[in-house]
């Protein structure tokens, strides 16, 4: 198959609000050894692009610097020392950006096969959101067999998928959100009980529905003054771990608190982590995740899809905070 010269993207022109997103044709990468290239049928939109839409989220190293971590469609050329996938084949993957574009390059590693029955836009809803929980949740944060989870900012991408992914597994889950649509929404998907951060209490909320025990683990991406709250959350034992910090990334904590009851705090960002770390983060989704999507049990949550053309509305319905779940952008 030949490839054209040139393809279609979005990029930042500048720092700024949603409108600096534009339309622009680049020259066609060429994959390297270990890469492949993508031709593009589905984009997620992620907070990260918002932040690097702003000015802050830097770039790493040897990355596109257009935005879009996360993409589905079909291979389109393979570099060297790429054996499992072939020109045709319909992949998802995450991607070290790029993904606003009709075609985008990405590690081998990173690269899955569609679950069955998705489709290109559902596909491209999954790779950020369990790429994330998956490395969070379950490997640094260890939730382990008859667990309980606490997901803040439970109607988000990442909520939703944590909820849902964490609930599919035998997990007992609570969630907060900003509205009591969003809360209904986190019970549908596997929550136990979805607490109104604006009108109720999470702490108190959460000792009581857990007989003053606590929970074992919390997914933050709050930070700031929750992280004192969250601590008394924690069952003995616990862990907090951060993937944001949208109310700041400073906190009071009482490490004595801390210390006695041995608790423990971590976080992490997906993004600059190598290759090989993202390569053994999809060979246990594959492994772990993957049949529970085949069967139906865990399903990305779509609110909306734009065209590409279109990725600066996409990027103000993210910052106005109205959604439930994921959005996606489509291509072509």
Not at 1 to 23: N, Y
Not at 89 to 101: F, K, M, P, R
Not at 110 to 127: H, T
Not at 246 to 260: F, H, I, Q, S, Y
Request: net charge neutral; charged share 20%; glycine share 12%.
């Amino acid at each position: 198959m030949t490839l054209p010269t040139e393809f279609d993207c979005v990029e930042i022109s500048t720092p700024g609000a949603p409108e600096v997103l534009r339309p622009a044709r680049r020259a066609m990468p060429v994959p390297r050894a270990g890469e492949v290239l993508i031709a593009v049928q589905a984009a997620g939109v992620n907070r990260p692009d918002v932040l690097q839409r702003i000015g802050r989220y830097p770039v790493p190293k040897n990355a596109s610097d257009l935005p879009g971590l996360e993409v589905a469609g079909t291979i389109a050329a393979v570099g060297p020392g790429v054996d499992r996938w072939k020109v045709g084949d319909a992949v998802c993957a995450l991607t070290n950006g790029g993904g606003y574009a009709s075609h985008c390059l990405a590690p081998a590693g990173s690269v899955l096969p569609v679950p069955a029955g998705f489709s290109m836009i559902e596909a491209a809803a999954v790779p950020e959101t369990f790429f994330t929980v998956w490395s969070n949740v379950f490997e640094r944060a260890r939730l382990a067999p008859g667990e309980s989870l606490l997901v803040q900012g439970g109607s988000s991408g990442i909520g939703t998928t944590a909820i849902q992914l964490a609930a599919a597994r035998g997990h007992t889950v609570y969630a907060t959100a900003g509205s009591a649509e969003k809360c209904a929404a986190c019970e549908r998907l596997g929550a136990r009980r979805a607490v109104n951060y604006r009108d109720e209490d999470f702490e108190a909320v959460i000792r009581e529905a857990t007989g003053g025990r606590g929970v074992n683990v919390i997914l933050d991406m709050v930070g700031g003054e929750y992280v004192g709250r969250e601590l008394r959350c924690l069952a003995d034992d616990g862990r907090l771990v951060f993937i944001a910090f949208l109310g700041g990334m400073k906190a009071t904590v009482d490490l004595n608190e801390l210390m006695r009851r041995r608790l423990t705090m971590s976080g992490s960002t997906l993004r600059p982590r190598d290759d090989a770390y993202k390569a053994g983060v999809a060979a246990a989704l594959e492994r772990e995740v993957w049949p529970l999507l085949a069967a139906g049990r865990v399903k990305p949550v779509i609110h909306a899809t734009f065209p590409l053309a279109q990725a600066a509305a996409a990027h103000a319905l993210m910052e106005s905070g109205e959604h439930i779940g994921k959005i996606v952008l489509t291509v072509g």
